[in-house]
């Protein structure tokens, strides 16, 4: 049982909640596009559902309200540390099932890999979670394959149409706020069929790596990190400590944590000069095995959740779902 209302009574309460929390959703960034003539689809803070882009996939994914792209840890001077403060506002995410699977593995980076990330939890532990759900597949995606086009881990699932919007959930600091509203049945509407497929050989194994499948993404990959940055599981990052004058004259400074990809160069670069995966073919090895092949081993799901957007962004058309549907000829291939 779920709740029907106007889109005009929601968006009252979407700006009281806004005192309380920073509402994101993807809403469309005229002009700001790839080109001068076009618009972008990214996260953004929102304060009526008229903000909000339901039409199409955003380009960008939710992370990086949970994980900053650059996030100050802490200030330091000559004689003290100060950590920094935590956000004074809790958040909202408006998102789509693949990306809120999306939200697990981040957990399980963050949260349950040895170790709780204290920076991470303060934003985790005040963030709700708003379910949109897709009536069709967009054309890249391939969440059905990847099993992340349905969900019910949601604190609340809402629907626009025309001027009414239907409610599901338990989100309290919004359905206590709820008024004018009719009781109805809402079930989200979730994707069964993608165009785009995808088929993890089930005898996949590190062996994999001496395939020769690998050797194209030397010529092709050009090592921009685009992929990275637009996954909602990508986890990378690298420390800046960035130094200035104190207004007391003194030297201070602040410690920050900033975005970074396994397929730039310089990621693994070591003291000595010593440095890893030199090929760009080893680098896309050494990701594409981790999201549908290392992973799962630890945590028992893949952490590719199937949203497209590495396929979207590619400057150079590498398709993600195309390489994992040449894994089965690279078995083949090293059985021989």
Same mark, same amino acid.
Request: aromatic content about 12%; glycine content about 8%; proline content about 2%.
């Given at each position: ?89 809790? *958040? ?9 699977? *999306?939200? !697990?593995?981040?957990? /399980? ?11 991470? !939890? ?22 059905? /394959? ?9 604190? *609340? ?5 025309? /001027? ?76 800046? /400590? ?17 975005? *970074? ?29 981790? !999201? ?33 549907? !040449? ?10």
């Amino acid at each position: 049982m779920g709740y029907k209302t106007s889109t005009a009574h929601l968006d009252s309460i979407l700006r009281e909640l806004s005192k309380e929390y920073s509402i994101y959703a993807p809403k469309t960034f005229l002009g700001e596009g790839t080109y001068s003539d076009t618009d972008r689809v990214r996260y953004g803070t929102v304060e009526s559902l008229g903000e909000i882009n339901f039409e199409h996939k955003s380009e960008f994914s939710y992370k990086e309200v949970l994980t900053p792209i650059s996030e100050t840890l802490f200030y330091f001077t000559e004689e003290e540390i100060k950590e920094s403060d935590a956000p004074k506002k809790g *958040a909202i995410i408006f998102l789509r099932s693949c990306d809120l699977h *999306a939200v !697990k593995r981040m957990d /399980d980076i963050y949260l349950r890999n040895g170790f709780e990330d204290a920076y991470y !939890k303060r934003i985790r532990e005040k963030t709700k979670f708003i379910l949109m759900g897709c009536t069709s597949s967009f054309d890249s995606c391939f969440c059905v /394959d990847m099993g992340t086009n349905i969900t019910t881990n949601y604190d *609340a699932y809402i629907k626009v149409e025309g /001027d009414q919007a239907f409610i599901d959930g338990n989100f309290e600091a919004l359905l206590a706020r709820l008024e004018e509203v009719e009781e109805v049945s809402v079930k989200p509407d979730y994707v069964k069929e993608n165009q785009t497929k995808v088929n993890i050989p089930e005898n996949l194994s590190s062996d994999i790596m001496d395939s020769t499948m690998w050797n194209e993404y030397n010529e092709r990959c050009i090592a921009c990190g685009r992929c990275n940055f637009v996954c909602p599981t990508c986890t990378c990052f690298t420390m800046q /400590d960035v130094f200035y004058e104190g207004s007391d004259g003194k030297k201070a400074g602040e410690r920050r944590r900033v975005w *970074a990809s396994c397929q730039v160069d310089g990621f693994t670069e070591m003291a000595g000069g010593h440095s890893f995966r030199g090929d760009k073919g080893q680098r896309m090895r050494f990701k594409v095995l981790h !999201k549908v092949h290392d992973y799962k081993k630890r945590f028992g799901h893949h952490m590719c959740v199937g949203c497209g957007r590495c396929d979207d962004i590619c400057p150079e058309y590498i398709s993600f779902s195309a390489c994992i549907n !040449k894994l089965s000829d690279g078995m083949k291939e090293i059985q021989k």
